[in-house]
């Protein structure tokens, strides 16, 4: 069977439409059926369509990254990549970001979001809380997996950018992230978010019977 093209799908709405009956093994038209195998092809074939290829969303940070370290050198904006120069990670900060955390470092939270962009990527906030008990972001970054090496990039890179460690550092419970910061922010205490705390207790406390 030779691969098939989207001759009809004129808009964003038909294209969307396509793909999800592309999953299911079949188009819009019921009487063609499309063997599982080719599945794989139409869906790669359906993204590129909505967002344009892998490698353009690589070539547009990189881009990103130049302009920013020409004309805002003072920004923290990096790109770590492998032996074959592939993405691996990326961290941003800027001088506004860095002046908020100098005047308010007692306490750091760091979480990450995961499945909530095209390319599955944990997607790491930084955050700090203000006088008025607000939050302000104090740096992001992109990671191909929360691997300690990618995760000790991240925090190596953003907390030599900022000048000093925090106070506390709260994150989830994750294993990897708390043995890195111990090793990157040695004279920091590390707690585990209240948060994250209160969804546990939920989830595994959630059958018993209130007191």
């Keep these: 069977m030779e691969k098939t093209e989207f001759k009809n799908a004129s808009s964003l709405k038909d294209i969307t439409s396509q793909s999800q009956a592309f999953l299911q093994g079949a ?16 869906v790669r074939k359906t993204k590129e369509k909505i967002w344009g290829s892998s490698n353009k969303d690589a070539q547009n940070l990189k ?6 370290q020409t004309n805002y050198p003072n920004c923290l904006a ?6 074959k120069n592939q993405f691996q990670n990326f961290i941003f900060s800027s001088p506004n970001m860095r002046t908020l955390y100098q005047k308010f470092n007692d306490i750091v ?4 979001t995961y499945r909530t962009n095209k390319y599955r990527l944990p997607l790491f906030i930084i ?3 203000n006088e008025n008990s607000k939050l302000f972001v104090i740096g992001f970054g992109l990671v191909l997996s929360e691997e300690a090496k990618n995760v000790k990039w991240i ?3 953003l907390f030599t950018y900022l000048g000093s460690s925090p106070h506390i550092l709260c994150t989830d419970s994750c294993s990897t992230i708390e043995a890195v910061a111990k090793e990157i922010l040695p004279d920091t205490i590390h707690l585990v978010c209240a948060w994250h705390v209160s969804q546990n ?8 019977s209130k007191i």
């Design 127 to 129: 955050a700090g809380i």
């Design 155 to 157: 925090l190596n890179e």
């Design 78 to 83: 990096k790109i770590m990549t492998n032996e």
């Design 201 to 208: 207790i939920k989830k595994h406390l959630s059958g018993l």
């Design 27 to 42: 188009t819009n038209n019921q009487d063609i059926k499309i063997p599982k195998e080719q599945s794989a092809y139409l």
């Design 109 to 112: 939270l760091l979480d990450s």
């Design 63 to 68: 881009m990103l990254i130049d302009h920013i």
